[in-house]
């Protein structure tokens, strides 16, 4: 049985615009717009984004009516639309680009470009949970010491903790480390560019122990099934 393809019901308000957390290894829709992610702050408009990986980034803002596009197999999935000029944008959420300032940077963007923060529905999805996202402490420290996220409280636990939902086991546990939530890191880093929380959708969608198989990378490298990237799209309807 095929995994199936997920929506935000907060994007499914708005009909003007179409968009989709596709399954581990689903394609692309024919014509989307994607770019080579480097885990980086680098934010691009869809026309520089064609052909797709023809230029490094890891955002993308849709210009008209094509899709926009990022691939994940852990990070975070993070589709924008802006309701008032009615466009769309597609972000790539790992680790080190959020720590780069990549969620702000597309903020900056959209709002340069006529955006206000007031009018912008944001749906992350699914990706590897606080349940089994580990990180040794010297990395939590390290991004204490990050200016993207200086004043953001990190919400971290010491071990981790299964949900009844899950599929699969939860990530083993090493010494010295500990479970990191990035999903809410993100919501509190966009809330503070002025986006309202009500506006922030959290699938709550773990991809090591939650989604379907071959859906984590992290996992991958424990258990050697295998992973296959995810696309998660949105596009205006024209």
């Known amino acids: 049985m095929s995994a199936p393809t997920l929506t935000s019901s907060l994007l499914d308000k708005f009909p003007w615009l179409t968009h989709a957390f596709q399954p581990a290894g689903a394609p692309a829709p024919a014509g989307t717009r994607y770019a080579q992610q480097r885990h980086t702050a680098q934010v691009v408009t869809s026309s520089a984004a064609w052909p797709p990986k023809s230029i490094e980034a890891d955002g993308v803002i849709s210009e ?11 990070c975070l999935p993070v589709l924008i639309a802006d309701t008032q000029q009615r466009r769309v944008a ?10 780069a ?14 955006s206000a923060p007031q009018h912008l529905q944001v749906a992350i999805g699914p990706s590897i949970g606080a349940c089994c996202y ?11 010491d990050t200016p993207a996220l200086a004043g953001v409280p990190l919400v971290w636990q010491a071990s981790p903790v299964a949900r009844a939902n899950a599929v699969r086991p939860t990530a083993p546990q090493h010494a010295n480390s500990l479970r990191f939530d990035l999903p809410a890191l993100a919501r509190q880093l966009l809330q503070r560019e002025g986006i309202p929380a009500a506006q922030i959708d959290v699938l709550d969608v773990c991809t090591y122990c939650q989604a379907e198989a071959q859906a984590s990378y992290r996992r991958n490298t424990h258990s050697g099934e295998g992973y296959a990237l995810r696309f998660s799209w949105i596009r205006c309807l024209g």
């Open 101 to 114: 300032g990549v969620l702000q940077q597309a903020v900056a963007r959209l709002v340069a470009t006529g």
């Open 64 to 74: 008209a009516d094509e899709a926009v596009a990022v691939y994940t197999a852990d």
């Open 134 to 144: 580990e990180l040794g402490a010297d990395i939590l420290q390290q991004m204490r």
């Open 90 to 99: 597609a972000v790539h959420g790992g680790l080190k680009g959020v720590m």
